[in-house]
């Protein structure tokens, strides 16, 4: 049964960065486009970046030229490197995988930006 688990999440001030790190297990990374959500107090879940199984990269507006989501397959793992940090980024950030009809999700890590 494949499994996702997120880490590096934590409390930065504003204007700071933060790497995050999704490593999966028991599934065939390779094949797999990886994705990074957030979801905010009393707001519904959003796709912040997406990173295809051949490396393509697509980001939402508001972290365009902020974030950069890159993979590591001899790793498996998929890495969401969060510059320029504001207090709107406060939010759990969730790793999922796609293939096919299969899908993941990992359990979150929580990312707070102070002002």
């Known amino acids: 049964q494949g499994q996702l688990v997120e880490s590096g999440g934590g409390l930065v001030q504003s204007g700071g960065s933060l790497r995050l790190s999704c490593v999966a297990s028991?599934?065939?990374?390779?094949?797999?486009?990886m994705n990074w959500y957030r979801q905010a107090p009393g707001k519904q879940r959003e796709l912040v970046a997406g990173i295809t199984s051949a490396g393509s990269t697509n980001y939402t507006d508001s972290v365009k030229g902020r974030f950069t989501i890159s993979r590591d397959s001899t790793k498996a793992t998929v890495y969401l490197q969060m510059d320029s940090l504001k207090p709107e980024d406060t939010a759990v950030y969730y790793c999922?995988?796609?293939?096919?009809?299969?899908?993941?999700w990992g359990q979150g890590t929580q990312v707070t930006v102070s002002s």
């Open positions: 999922s995988a796609t293939w096919l009809s299969l899908s993941y």
């Open positions: 028991g599934i065939l990374f390779r094949y797999y486009a």
